[in-house]
Structure formats: structure tokens, C-alpha cells
């Protein structure tokens, strides 16, 4: 299920970044691979929706991202 949220932060040069879920909750991470639109990089405060997945450590990662 899609969820939304906003980007909390991005670094363009390591290409990981953090969104925070719209109804609140701690930021989840993500990475410039996990964007659907590579083109263009996230700025903070963009809305995007994405869906949730475990990484190989079990921690809670945010994929499939596009812009809303």
C-alpha cells in the first residue's frame, strides 16, 4: 500500500535521504536508487508517495518512490 510523505533531507552527493510520513512517525531512509524519477533529485519538503521494505539488516526503508 503507498504511503505519503515529505522529504525531511537529501544529500545529493551521497545520494541517501530521509522522508517523514505525513500522519507523522520517525523518518525513514532512502536511497537515489530507490526514486522511480532519477532525472530529478528530492528537495526537502517534496511530497512523495513510496512503499516500506526491510533492508538485509531488518530495518525499515522506504522504496519505490515518486513524486506526488
Known amino acids: 500500500m503507498t504511503q505519503h510523505g515529505k522529504v525531511s533531507h537529501y544529500n545529493d552527493t551521497t ?25 530529478q533529485l528530492p528537495k526537502q519538503n517534496d511530497l512523495y508517495g513510496y512503499d516500506t521494505q526491510s533492508d538485509q539488516d531488518g530495518k525499515i526503508c522506504a522504496v519505490n518512490l515518486k513524486k506526488a
Request: glycine share 20%; no cysteine.
Open 15 to 39: 545520494g541517501t535521504g530521509f522522508i517523514a510520513h505525513e500522519k507523522g512517525g520517525g523518518p525513514l531512509p532512502f536511497t537515489w536508487a530507490d526514486l522511480q524519477d532519477q532525472a
